[in-house]
């Protein structure tokens, strides 16, 4: 699949399907349509990108289903749900289960746009966000273990000389390895270095074990 995000819209009426994907392709947004939940899983995988926009009551799977399975293959896709009046009971507790919006039907063509602009966003965002993590995890996972070490300690706000007793090291060993360590991670401050470590995940202790965010 492209990596291009896409509006990944699913409706089994045709003609909604197809007004839908003209507004969006007026309003410079690519879309791929679908007849029903079945027919995205099999055409989609985990390299979803964009949004969904769904409607809630299709034959099959529904909108909520649907959603849910999306979510126990790791394909965290912002979801909106399309629905009619009488279906709203079912898109609130589709948002509680984690679609990004729902939009009632029949609904005007600026409320779709802006919620599939904000789903594309929320997407992108959280792809750029995911890309910096690896990228953190994978030069923490050149570091040797001693260089590791010193990372804790520096992360932990210890001085050398404090980590050099720790580690039963001289100063200036641990001086060399901070800056080997520091350069290895593309930084040339400690704030940065810190900052690098912390902020990507919002947790050091996930980026250092190595748990997927």
């Not at 029949?106 to 779709?112: A, C, G, K, R, V």
Request: hydrophobic content about 45%.
């Amino acid at each position: 699949m492209s990596d291009e995000p896409h509006v990944h819209l699913i409706d089994d009426d045709a003609p909604v399907r197809d007004a839908v994907a003209f507004l969006l392709a007026s309003a410079g947004l690519p879309s791929r349509l679908y007849a029903s939940a079945d027919e995205l899983l099999r055409k989609s995988g985990k390299g979803l990108r964009g949004c969904v926009v769904s409607d809630m009551r299709m034959p099959g799977m529904d909108g909520i289903t649907l959603l849910g399975e999306l979510r126990s293959r790791g394909i965290l896709v912002p979801f909106i749900v399309m629905t009619g009046h009488a279906d709203v009971a079912m898109a609130v507790e589709a948002m509680k289960r984690g679609a990004l919006d729902f939009i009632e039907k029949p609904f005007q063509d600026q409320q779709l746009l802006g919620a599939v602009r904000a789903g594309i966003a929320a997407d992108t965002a959280r792809r750029e966000r995911l890309s910096r993590v690896d990228g953190v995890r994978s030069r923490l996972a050149s570091l040797t273990d001693r260089q590791r070490q010193v990372l804790d300690g520096l992360v932990s706000g210890k001085p050398n000389k404090a980590i050099a007793q720790d580690l039963k090291l001289s100063p200036r060993t641990v001086e060399i390895h901070r800056a080997n360590l520091m350069a290895k991670m593309g930084v040339r401050a400690l704030s940065e270095l810190v900052g690098l470590v912390l902020d990507p995940a919002g947790e050091a202790a996930a980026l250092r074990s190595g748990e997927r965010a």
